[in-house]
């Protein structure tokens, strides 16, 4: 009885130390393509070792592999970094991507969900074309290759993304999804056939399928960036080099954008003027639609998208 006793205030203490240093959390996002041959038995063994942690995020898992964005107490962050190396052969070597949380909270729950795809798209059994992925790319050579008129730059984040932030020179398919962008792409890319094409997206995932994809449709010359913005933003930092990269990242949690540089891409869905807020939705409720808006049209329009939304909520 003693025992369990004296085992349950070491908990107990462990949670409020926990709780103490909460606001220093690490956020990793990770991904990794591999054949997962039970998901659910993988998920059971992820939720046994993420519980009662203070880890929180998204994970999702699917026979295809893996992908996750979480956020994880900084004394738990080299432990949950060698077990999610440790979960299949193919994770050994997995990129994780970090940053250190900021003061607002990024989540608020831990959900682990099975999916079909841990990146959704069309196309079916990409799990065997995705051997066929473009070649990658550090830092130095994203810079070398970025003045060079042979290659192009395709932004393959969603257009809400692109428009807060991105590498100056790139192009972007405007689509609402990833899933539309990936049904665009081939017919978009048509007169840039003969060029070398560079990819990117936040964190390398995406472009692990438009690579793919690309070359299934015969192009030859195929690149991404390895790791994605984050990885590219954390090499120019670290090794001191130029950074093509302007604005902000939309990241998908509470925090919703990081500053990257002060430049400001982004404008007023309504004047256009240009504005460094962030995305908000649509105050009618039965629109929601996300974009940006500066200060003055947001008064004007009750943080509505437009005049005809605000009619419909101030009748
Ligand atoms: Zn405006
Ligand atoms: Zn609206």
């Not at 929180?56 to 432990?79: D, F, H, M, T």
């Not at 792409?185 to 990117?200: A, Q, R």
């Not at 990241?251 to 404008?267: G, P």
Request: charged fraction near 25%; include cysteine.
């Amino acid at each position: 009885m003693y025992k369990i006793i004296k085992k349950n205030s070491q908990t107990n203490l462990k949670n409020i130390y926990l709780h103490s240093i909460s606001h220093r959390n690490i956020i990793l996002s990770f991904y990794k393509y591999f054949f997962v041959i039970d998901p659910k038995k993988l998920l059971n063994l992820i939720k046994l070792k993420l519980e009662n942690k203070n880890i929180l995020g998204r994970i999702y898992i699917s026979e295809e592999g893996i992908n996750a964005l979480i956020s994880v107490p900084i004394i738990q962050y080299k432990y949950i970094k060698h077990f999610f190396k440790r979960i299949n052969k193919k994770t050994k070597r997995m990129y994780i991507n970090y940053t250190i949380e900021n003061k607002k909270i990024a989540f608020w729950d831990l959900r682990i969900t099975i999916k079909k795809q841990i990146v959704s798209s069309k196309i079916k059994d990409f799990y065997f074309h995705q051997r066929n992925r473009g070649i990658y790319l550090n830092a130095l050579l994203v810079n070398k290759y970025f003045f060079d008129p042979d290659y192009i730059f395709l932004d393959m984040r969603n257009s809400y993304e692109y428009e807060i932030g991105h590498f100056s020179n790139a192009i972007t398919v405007p689509a609402k999804t990833f899933r539309e962008q990936l049904e665009k792409l081939p017919e978009y890319l048509k007169i840039y056939k003969n060029k070398k094409i560079v990819m990117y997206c936040t964190g390398g995932i995406r472009c692990e399928k438009s690579t793919a994809l690309l070359k299934y449709y015969g192009f030859s010359n195929v690149y991404h960036i390895y790791g994605g913005i984050l990885s590219y933003i954390k090499q120019v930092k670290k090794y001191n080099l130029s950074n093509y990269f302007k604005g902000k990242i939309f990241v998908f949690d509470a925090r919703l954008s990081e500053k990257i540089t002060d430049d400001v891409l982004s404008q007023c869905i309504n004047c256009k003027k240009y504005t460094d807020r962030t995305h908000i939705n649509c105050f009618n409720n039965f629109c929601h639609r996300l974009f940006i808006q500066c200060r003055t049209c947001s008064i004007k329009l009750n943080s509505c998208c437009c005049l005809k939304c605000k009619k419909i909520l101030y009748k």
